[in-house]
């Protein structure tokens, strides 16, 4: 992704657009393979070596930002290692403690009377020593490998990371999705669940769904962390169909604009060729750990999506009694109290009970405090076992 002062974008009224580059464009694609070229180059050189070769390249030229956005999306794809024997925060920590013990060490005999001391307890010598004082410095790091894109590939990177980039200063984005089946939907879902992100979900299977999305700038707090998990699920969208999507903006020039985008319009690229497998720690710990408890009630990830009338409800978990009883579990990811009692009140409108609603108070992005909370809902505070839903499942 880009950094802040890399992005781009460009404003008309109310609407706003990032910066695009045509991906036929010649001279662009030029400039791309040119870039590709020099990090293979610079194969297992420091980073700082291959920065300076980037700041060559630009010059004295006036598309520093484009050509800057370019490296950055490079500099991602490399793999970056302290390539050293000896860490250089051992080698940093012996160096210290040998001049702390010789206090004050004015002279260079002494100070190489200690460097040749500390190479000769690591085995290494003198010059590689000083060579790896500070290896693990990002600078000093090595480019270890690259996977490497095509030019036409990179500059589709970089219109992806452009549009993500908006979307760190969003307020809320909305998502209107026509009707498909309960697959197209859940697979969706679990991608805003999967990166945690506040929504509300409205509408029905037959008539579709609209979605609301909390953006980062509406967040109390960790709005960096939150931002980066909505820019992250834009690249999943892109793979799906059937949607349309309007973001708004905070405008650097106050007040807020309006960014579109829609499944039909095919100005983006997602960096993905499926939907990724998002690796869920939590829920493995929670089957593991409910096997263990051997308890009457069977507990199992859910594939459903429970229609409550005006919304939809996905949850993460079904429990399931001898006696035909579900109870259905879900997990918040990020929250506020207002959200939490607004998904509650969509509950009771529904006229739906068999739940249990998660919430981690690390992930709550308010000052709000969450207070007279039902029975149904867990307040932990960053996870939770198996044995503390035992407890609530008395009440069904």
Known sequence: MLTADLAISRQRGKQIEPHYIAPDDSDYLQVANDLIALVKQYGEARREELNQAFEEYIGTGTDFRVLRGLMKLLLDRCKLKTAVAVDPAAIRQLMFTKARQQHPVTSAEARQAII????????????????????????????????????????????????????????????????????????????????????????????????RLTGPVAMFHRSQRYGIQMAAFLPVLLLSDGWRLRAEIESKFGGSVFYELSSAAGKLQSSYVSVPVMENPLAEKLLTGWAKLQSEWTLATSREVIDLGETAFV??????????????????????????????????????????????????????????????????????????????????
Not at 145 to 174: C, H, I, K, V, W
Not at 378 to 383: D, I
């Open 116 to 211: 040749q001391e500390v190479a000769t307890e690591l085995s290494v010598t003198p010059d590689d020593l000083l060579e790896n004082l500070y290896a693990d410095l990002p600078a000093s790091q090595r480019v270890m490998s690259f996977d490497e894109p095509t030019a036409g590939e990179l500059l589709a990177a970089y219109n992806l990371a452009q549009a993500q980039a908006l979307l760190y200063r969003s307020l809320e984005m909305r998502l209107s999705l026509v009707p498909q089946s309960v697959v197209s939907y859940r697979q969706l879902f679990e991608a805003i669940k999967a990166r945690r992100l506040i929504h509300t979900i409205s509408g029905s299977p037959t008539s579709g769904y609209e979605v």
């Open 315 to 396: 949850p993460d978990f079904a429990l399931r009694h001898p006696n035909g009883k579900v109870v259905y579990l879900e997990t918040l990811g990020f929250w506020t109290p207002r959200y939490l009692n607004e998904r509650l009140q969509e509950f009771r409108r529904g006229g739906f009970e068999n739940f249990i609603l998660v919430v981690a108070e690390e992930l709550k992005g308010s000052r709000d405090e969450a207070v007279n909370l039902p029975a149904n809902v867990l307040l932990c505070k960053t996870t939770f076992n198996a044995k503390d839903i035992l407890p609530l499942l008395s009440q069904f």
